[in-house]
């Protein structure tokens, strides 16, 4: 069965700080898709990024930034000189559609909550 | 382009009673699933719809079924309403078959009194 484990339930910070989320996953899927997803209090879940298992190259993305390791099974974003706007749940969320006769059916982590005080 | 449209947004309705939920998807999308929302059990899958199909189902009772049509537009229904089923309801759409993922809507707030 496939999991997602988002270990920090809350973090707050200062704007301007770096912020670090953190998420571990577990599959037996050899291809798999890994995504972030922002919630701001409107409810819509935001895409942010998708990342595929044959690709551990870390992304940059203005002051959004992720690191993929396989090896430890983790995909962790990082916010660097946070803003109070970046305030929202994040989730981490996993799919494997060659396993799922094609179905895109996403796995959700518990999501963490971000709060950014000014 | 066009994101994805749920209606309504905010529901109240009453134990015992049914509701019917409606998602457009983003125009050439032909996967539409559903999600469910609550504090306790977070985001949870409901079902998927790929060109009319229901293609996978999640752990939900018989009460939660859903629909698609041939123009990708998808109903969910809740019959019999429990106030456990007060929830975020999401809807998300996709392509369906290139692992890109999904783009959500706003959701529909569902409150059982």
């Known amino acids: 069965a496939q999991k997602v484990t988002q270990a920090q339930t809350e973090i707050s910070v200062v704007e301007k700080e770096d912020v670090t989320l953190d998420c571990v996953y577990e599959t037996r899927d050899t291809t798999y898709y890994l995504f972030w997803y922002k919630q701001p209090p409107s409810g819509e879940l935001v895409f942010l990024i998708r990342?595929?298992?044959?690709?551990?190259q870390n992304e940059i993305s203005g002051r959004y930034s992720w690191n993929f390791q396989k090896s430890t099974s983790s995909f962790n974003f990082t916010i660097t000189a946070s803003q109070v706007v970046d305030s929202a749940v994040y989730f981490c969320a996993l799919t494997s559609p060659l396993t799922q006769g094609g179905s895109e059916k996403l796995v959700f982590g518990k999501g963490t909550k971000l709060t950014v005080n000014p | 382009k066009a994101g994805v449209t749920q209606t309504p947004r905010y529901l109240i309705k009453t134990r015992g009673q049914q509701v019917t939920l409606s998602c457009s998807p983003i125009s050439g999308h032909r996967s539409v699933s559903w999600y469910q929302q609550t504090p306790g059990q977070g985001l949870q899958f409901l079902f998927e719809y790929f060109s009319e199909t229901q293609r996978n189902k999640g752990n939900f009772p018989g009460r939660f079924s859903g629909r698609q049509f041939s123009n990708s537009r998808s109903e969910m229904n809740v019959s019999t309403l429990e106030l456990g089923d007060s929830a975020l309801y999401l809807c998300?759409?996709?392509?369906?078959?290139?692992?890109?993922?999904?783009?959500f809507g706003s959701g529909t707030r569902l409150t059982v009194v």
């Open positions: 990342r595929n298992s044959f690709d551990e």
């Open positions: 998300a759409s996709s392509w369906g078959d290139r692992g890109y993922g999904y783009t």
